[in-house]
């Protein structure tokens, strides 16, 4: 078998940049082929399809008031918002946002997926090749780009930034082997594969934050067990310094995303039916609909641990008894992950889910598959390398892909009209629905009107007749109101706004504390007779500024790392 440093040899500029060619291409053909349904099926309107395209058409109006980086989603809650942009990481909905400039909106969709699965099968493809003979590789990446769980997350659950998050987890993978020193380090720099790691790893985090919470506590065990299999402490070392850069370039996403979650109801996340004791592989509660999607998940997480199993079987079976040191270790490192992962889906591992810091709002067990699909691809491509008898495994590890394909598109729900319907709600006042962890600490949002104007004159307290007043909009923006309001007696001015700390609120510039109903957040300014000038403005909190801060020193640190440095890749 060709080691590490043999297939450096072996390959040269020329050879290299068709490999990377041929990889990109069967990853692009690869994401193609799962979108395909999508030409004559319609969109996959899978369970988080509502949420990530009304953020994309939240993001794309946001910019054209000439706001770049949004943090408070304008029409959530039927118009009265909510800081989802605060608490959901900014890769996904920026991205989809993007290619609705580009794109027709309902292309959205098949758009992001193909991006992200041919993203993930040329990360698998970086992960493999240094190991496997280029063909094995590019299988590799095959099987990871269509593995059972990403067809699980694209037909049945739409959920787009977790589908970009496991896109990275090869390559991090790769670079993490290299950091703790498992593998040779091709950068020759650890200061340069640091930072390779950590940008790896932040995108993760800015992507998705369960795959985040899911790496972090990987990576940590592959730092330790590295740590234990050198019988040294150097991993532990550059582990936790590729950890601490990635956690700094993510600081002004996390930063203001942990400590704002006072002032919002974020204990729902864990709401009746999204807690991990209740979707354990193959548990059933009081709900017949959750009961059969986790059956689909779980069935789906046991077909994955059997191949990935008998792949991994196949291939040592056929390891040849001189393979490197680095092999063996990235064998080891991916039988590790593998049996984490599997342990983490099953009952017996409650304990760990319930005293394992923020593992808990990972929500769902089974989505440790997309930890197990990287060892899953690794190993089949292992298992085949060999095309004369390994051309019948190859086979059955597509038919595994495709024969799943082919069961969810038909259990899948299909409609076109999710977009559309989002788009019209927006330009008719009406919004859509918030969330409820992203709801405001003191709101009720299933209380809020429907559709209520931007701003109603209330009678004051006691009162049942409402003054005439004068409004007039200067300036109404997602982050930004401007209006005055002219009265000859006293009135309650109801703003289609919610009230959450981040808001400022003037009038005749003096800072207020808005009045809200017992039974919602809803801004409410009590003015007395008289001309008022109102002002209403997103703030930029403590936590946001000290989190740009952290992240900026992050930068100059990821740009220390690269710069004194004169290594190139090996």
Same mark, same amino acid.
């Given at each position: 078998?060709?080691?590490l ?16 060619l ?32 009304? /953020? ?50 309902n292309?959205?969709p ?8 041919t ?35 694209? +037909?049945?659950?739409?959920d ?15 670079a ?8 040779e ?16 790893? #932040? ?14 506590? /990987?990576? #940590? ?28 370039l ?56 059997a191949?990935?199993?008998? /792949? ?27 049996? #984490? ?13 319930e005293h ?15 930890i197990?699909a990287?060892?899953?691809? +690794? ?46 709600a ?19 949002? $299933? ?26 909009i ?25 009230d ?18 017992? /039974?919602?957040?809803?801004i ?8 008022h ?11 946001r $500024? ?25």
């Amino acid at each position: 078998m060709t080691s590490l440093s043999e297939a450096s040899k072996n390959l040269n500029p020329g050879a290299s940049r068709r490999a990377w060619l041929a990889a990109f291409a069967v990853s692009l053909a690869t994401a193609l082929l799962i979108i395909s349904p999508f030409f004559w099926r319609g969109t996959a309107s899978g369970h988080d399809i509502a949420f990530h395209a009304s /953020s994309w058409l939240d993001v794309a109006g946001h910019w054209k008031e000439g706001i770049l980086f949004p943090r408070w989603c304008e029409w959530a809650n039927n118009g009265f918002g909510e800081p989802r942009f605060i608490f959901y990481p900014p890769l996904s909905w920026m991205l989809g946002a993007a290619l609705g400039l580009l794109v027709p909106w309902n292309a959205v969709p098949g758009t992001f997926i193909v991006l992200a699965q041919t993203l993930a099968g040329i990360s698998m493809f970086a992960l493999a090749r240094p190991f496997l003979p280029t063909r094995a590789a590019r299988f590799a990446a095959t099987c990871y780009a269509a593995n059972p769980y990403a067809l699980l997350v694209v +037909y049945m659950r739409s959920d787009f930034a977790e589908e970009l998050a496991w896109a990275f987890l090869p390559a991090l993978l790769l670079a993490a082997l290299q950091l703790c020193g498992l593998l040779e380090n091709r950068w020759r720099s650890a200061a340069r594969v640091t930072a390779i790691f950590a940008l790896l790893f #932040a995108g993760m985090w800015l992507s998705n934050a369960p795959a985040g919470v899911l790496t972090s506590y /990987s990576m #940590a065990l592959l730092f330790a067990w590295a740590a234990v299999a050198r019988k040294s402490f150097a991993p532990l070392w550059r582990g936790a310094a590729g950890l601490a850069l990635g956690f700094g370039l993510t600081a002004f996403y996390l930063l203001p995303a942990a400590y704002e979650q006072r002032w919002v109801n974020i204990s729902q996340a864990l709401a009746p039916g999204l807690r991990p004791a209740e979707n354990f592989l193959y548990t059933k509660i009081a709900d017949p609909e959750h009961n059969q999607f986790n059956w689909i998940a779980s069935s789906i997480a046991v077909l994955l641990m059997a191949m990935a199993g008998a /792949s991994a079987i196949l291939a040592y079976r056929d390891d040849p008894k001189e393979e490197s040191g680095g092999e063996k270790r990235t064998w080891q490192a991916m039988l590790l992950l593998s049996a #984490a992962a599997v342990v983490l889906m099953l009952r017996s591992s409650l304990i760990l889910w319930e005293h394992l810091p923020k593992l808990q709002f990972v929500q769902f067990p089974w989505r440790w598959m997309g930890i197990l699909a990287v060892p899953y691809a +690794y190993f089949g491509g292992r298992a085949v390398r060999r095309w004369r008898p390994g051309w019948v495994w190859a086979v059955v590890l597509v038919i595994a892909s495709v024969g799943t394909a082919v069961r969810l598109v038909h259990r899948a729900w299909w409609d076109s009209d999710d977009i559309p319907s989002l788009q019209e709600a927006v330009v008719q006042g009406q919004g859509f629905d918030g969330t409820d962890e992203y709801d405001p600490a003191k709101d009720d949002h $299933t209380n809020l009107p429907g559709k209520a104007p931007p701003l109603q004159i209330l009678p004051p307290q006691g009162e049942t007749i409402a003054a005439e007043a004068k409004i007039r909009i200067v300036r109404w923006t997602a982050e930004e109101k401007d209006l005055t309001v002219t009265s000859p007696e006293p009135l309650r001015l109801a703003v289609r706004l919610l009230d959450y700390p981040a808001w400022r609120v003037e009038v005749n510039g003096h800072p207020v504390t808005p009045e809200s109903p017992e /039974s919602t957040a809803q801004i409410i300014l009590p003015l007395s007779p008289g001309r008022h000038q109102i002002n209403l403005r997103f703030a930029r909190t403590g936590d946001r $500024t000290l989190g740009s801060g952290i992240s900026l020193i992050g930068l100059l640190a990821l740009a220390g790392c690269f710069w004194p440095s004169r290594a190139k890749p090996r």
